[in-house]
């Protein structure tokens, strides 16, 4: 259970760090030459933070 934490945990730092890859990631690939808004970048980093606090406090080991 731990080693899936960690790897969620580094999929989710990636979205805090660049949410712009996030978005490449999971939506980017669907379209051409389309720029993510600010509103679904900032939305990216906070919902990996919650998420990466969930992670870590919600589900035991």
Do not use: Q
């Amino acid at each position: 259970m731990i080693f899936i934490k960690v790897i969620v945990s580094i999929i989710l730092i990636i979205g805090i760090i660049n949410p712009r890859l996030s978005w490449k990631i999971s939506e980017g690939w669907k379209f051409k030459g389309v720029e993510p808004s600010t509103l679904y970048l900032i939305m990216t980093r906070v919902m990996s933070v919650v998420m990466l606090i969930v992670v870590w406090l919600a589900i035991p080991n």
